[in-house]
């Protein structure tokens, strides 16, 4: 398992929005933060090849606003998010350091025929 960590200090001198296409009105749109990009399809083979993944995605629950809104889409290409700014924005005090820490597995199981 591959553990992601990140965190963000808000030195601008003032409190900082932080949001998604969809808190700026774009219906539906909410992806943000760590973001998962796979091949064209969740149930499809990768481009190119026959190989097959299978990828888990766990949110930490101290990480603000837990459990989060997940984006998550097939069309076009797959894609899997935990986005805490999903719908509503975070706001990252003055000042404040915003933490965010994931688990992410991946499985890559044999080439299918």
């Given at each position: 398992?591959?553990?992601?960590?990140?965190?963000?200090?808000?030195v601008s001198g003032a409190?900082?929005?932080?949001?998604?296409?969809?808190?700026?009105?774009?219906?539906?749109?909410?992806?943000?933060?760590?973001?998962?990009?796979?091949?064209?399809?969740?149930?499809?083979?990768?481009?190119?090849?026959?190989?097959?993944?299978?990828?888990?995605?766990?949110?930490?629950?101290?990480?603000?606003?837990?459990?989060?809104?997940?984006?998550?889409?097939?069309?076009?290409?797959?894609?899997?998010?935990?986005?805490p700014f999903f719908s509503?924005?975070?706001?990252?005090?003055?000042?404040?350091?915003?933490?965010?820490?994931?688990?992410?597995?991946?499985?890559?199981?044999?080439?299918?025929?």
């Amino acid at each position: 398992m591959l553990t992601l960590e990140t965190e963000m200090t808000n030195v601008s001198g003032a409190d900082v929005a932080i949001g998604s296409p969809t808190t700026k009105g774009r219906e539906n749109a909410g992806y943000c933060g760590l973001l998962w990009r796979g091949p064209q399809s969740f149930t499809g083979r990768h481009d190119g090849s026959t190989d097959r993944s299978l990828v888990l995605v766990v949110d930490d629950r101290d990480n603000p606003d837990h459990p989060p809104r997940w984006f998550a889409r097939t069309e076009e290409f797959a894609c899997l998010n935990p986005a805490p700014f999903f719908s509503r924005e975070l706001t990252a005090e003055n000042s404040a350091t915003t933490r965010f820490r994931y688990g992410v597995i991946e499985d890559h199981p044999e080439a299918v025929p």
